[in-house]
């Protein structure tokens, strides 16, 4: 019936989460009020902006335009993943190296844009890499610093 | 969101059976998860296609293609069943949204949707394309040319779904184009175009389709362009021409977007491209 909870299981950086949610529910609101992962951001809600990037079996969405029922079985990568515990990952070194975050907003949702680019593209060329972040709205820091990063790290790994 | 019933069925009759008239059918979701935010669309279930095995793949067959209608639009973009001979079809697929939107819109979600700017519409009507539209009685084929019949409305009955698009086999000495013409990058067109020729043993047009997307209140054929160029060898000015009667053909009007005039004019420019890059791949250049 409508309004029923949906029993899901969703397997979110390596970890698998059982929860019961309304079928309303977006990936968003799961990640950020279900599991507490809060470092995926929502920006428009309308999948312009691309704060809630995540990775969604190996493909990058925006998580704000995905229902948590349609992640049932699914692997989700988001920012609290991107580390290896203490040790950032590359992308996150060259980001603070170039000083490719500022306000910090757009940073969770860039980062997985660029680590899901680098993950089909190790080497990308500048022009591949700003159609990689191209989803991602940035008001602040600029992209230049951005996609100097990415060219940093794709060197770098 | 009003809350509704999420059904995830895992073949195809089941969903078909599920369709009633309260169901909304859910590919990509990129348009309708944004429609049930806002209430515009306020269904009791959601029938969630994505867990049907094989909806989503592009396959040869009879010389043609058939995609199936959850495949996305990166997959469009990267199929090379498709890059190569239905030129125009990928170039639409590579410019839809951004590769978020990219990695979840599909080609089925695109034409069902109905919006005149479809991106992928004005291609495959330029290809010549049909669509298969299943119910629980069987399968129908739809020329894409029928399929449109006004903004968010399509020939598709109640029940109907969208399973499948069939792209005829590419003739010899045949090409096909797309141009677009958008405000900022992430934007819908403003106006698109795709342009197809064939030509005979000689170099002249045999057969061309030439479509115009967000210039009308559907995706439509533009058949006074068509009938400049056909009989006609290419050069500058039968394009330009052709350019001329699409212009003509539009059916343009003001909006937020663009003023009749403006859309007009790029009409003009985008086929006159289109035919151009149609042209050149045809007589094997591109």
């Known amino acids: 019936m409508a309004g029923e909870r949906i029993a899901i299981t969703v397997t979110v950086n390596g970890e698998d989460y059982r929860e019961e949610v309304p079928a309303t529910r977006s990936l968003l609101d799961f990640l950020r009020d279900d599991l507490a992962l809060t470092g995926t951001k929502e920006g428009c809600g309308e999948g312009e902006c691309g704060a809630c990037s995540v990775i969604l079996d190996g493909r990058l969405v925006d998580a704000c335009l995905v229902f948590a029922a349609e992640a049932d079985g699914r692997r989700v990568e988001t920012i609290e993943g991107l580390a290896d515990g203490g040790d950032l990952h590359p992308l996150q070194r060259a980001f603070a190296a170039t000083g490719a975050a500022q306000c910090g907003y757009c940073t969770p949702g860039m980062l997985m844009a660029c680590k899901a680019l680098l993950d089909g593209n190790p080497s990308p060329t500048h022009d591949e890499a700003a159609q990689g972040i191209a989803g991602n709205l940035c008001r602040c820091t600029g992209y230049g610093t951005i996609i100097q990063a990415v060219m940093d790290a794709a060197e770098e790994s | ?286």
């Open chain 2, 1 to 286: 969101m009003r809350p509704f019933n999420y059904l995830a069925p895992t073949r195809l009759d089941e969903a078909l059976s599920l369709l009633t008239p309260q169901a909304v059918p859910l590919a990509g979701g990129t348009d309708l998860f944004l429609r049930m935010e806002r209430r515009q669309t306020q269904p009791d279930t959601v029938v969630d296609l994505k867990r049907i095995p094989g909806m989503d793949g592009v396959e040869a067959v009879d010389g043609g293609i058939r995609i199936g209608a959850l495949a996305l639009m990166e997959t469009l973009a990267a199929s090379p069943l498709i890059s190569d001979p239905y030129d125009a079809l990928a170039q639409s697929a590579r410019v839809v949204g951004s590769i978020q939107t990219r990695n979840r819109a599909t080609v089925g979600g695109n034409l069902a949707n109905a919006s005149p700017a479809a991106d992928t519409a004005t291609p495959l009507m330029a290809l010549g394309a049909t669509v298969e539209a299943a119910d629980a009685g069987g399968t129908r084929e739809i020329p894409l040319d029928e399929l449109f019949l006004g903004p968010g409305r399509t020939a598709l009955r109640e029940g109907e779904l969208l399973t499948a698009v069939r792209v005829p086999a590419l003739p010899a000495r045949a090409g096909s184009g797309f141009q677009r013409c958008v405000r900022t990058a992430m934007d819908i067109a403003v106006v698109n175009c795709a342009a197809f020729v064939q030509l005979d043993e000689d170099g002249v047009v045999a057969e061309a389709r030439i479509a115009l997307g967000a210039v009308g209140p559907t995706p439509l054929r533009a058949p006074a362009a068509e009938n400049r160029l056909e009989g006609r060898r290419f050069d500058p000015a039968a394009a330009e021409e052709a350019a001329d009667c699409a212009a003509e053909d539009a059916r343009a009007i003001d909006d937020v977007r663009a003023s009749a005039d403006y859309r007009r004019e790029m009409v003009r420019v985008l086929t006159r491209r289109a035919v151009g890059n149609a042209f050149r791949r045809a007589q094997g250049e591109a």
